[in-house]
């Protein structure tokens, strides 16, 4: 494959991924922010930092799977599209996340899924479905931060915004 082909490929990719019309929030706690009309998601600090840094290496997962489709990599596509699959932890770890927002739990485990199908596609040595897989994984990127915010509660709050929401895991 050619760095041309690439080229229209990732461009092609980019504009199939729509971009959500929101406007600047701001930073939290000015007046802009009442104009963000995305659902919240309560977490606690802590919670919405480690929520940041597992969204900030399904990003460098993304950008390694893109690198690896430039490269004709499929295992290395497949391996970095495992990062981001769908796994026990991960489910676990959406629905702790997602037990204040409702929908945000089955969104982030359809992103989760939607990632599997990357893989999936890499195996099968299907260069072109890999990046049709990635063109969906990025569309529910797109649509969950379309319509969801962190919002910053303490520990309380949380308890309290939470109780009842979380399913049980399996033993």
């Known amino acids: 494959m050619t760095i041309r082909f690439h080229l229209v490929v990732l461009v092609g990719l980019a504009l199939a991924v729509p971009v959500a019309a929101e406007a600047d929030p701001g930073p939290p706690g000015t007046a802009a922010m009442s104009l963000d009309a995305r659902a919240p998601v309560p977490l606690t600090a802590m919670m919405a930092e480690h ?11 993304v950008q390694e799977i893109v690198a690896a489709l430039a490269a004709d990599d ?43 199908t990357i893989g999936e596609a890499a195996r099968r040595d299907d260069a072109k479905g890999a990046l049709r897989a990635l063109g969906d994984t990025l569309r529910t ?25 979380e399913r049980p895991q399996a033993e």
């Not at 940041?52 to 460098?60: E, G, Q, S």
């Not at 990127?141 to 109780?163: F, K, M, N, P, S």
């Open 74 to 116: 499929l295992d290395g596509v497949a391996e970095a599209a495992r990062r981001i699959g769908s796994s026990d932890t991960m489910a676990a770890m959406c629905d702790h996340m997602g037990a204040g927002a409702p929908g945000f739990t089955e969104m982030a485990l359809g992103f989760h899924r939607t990632a599997d």
């Open 141 to 165: 990127c797109v649509g969950c931060h379309a319509a969801y915010r962190q919002e910053i509660v303490d520990e309380d709050a949380w308890r309290r915004l939470t109780a009842g929401t």
């Open 51 to 61: 929520q940041k840094r597992n969204m900030r290496d399904h990003l460098a997962a």
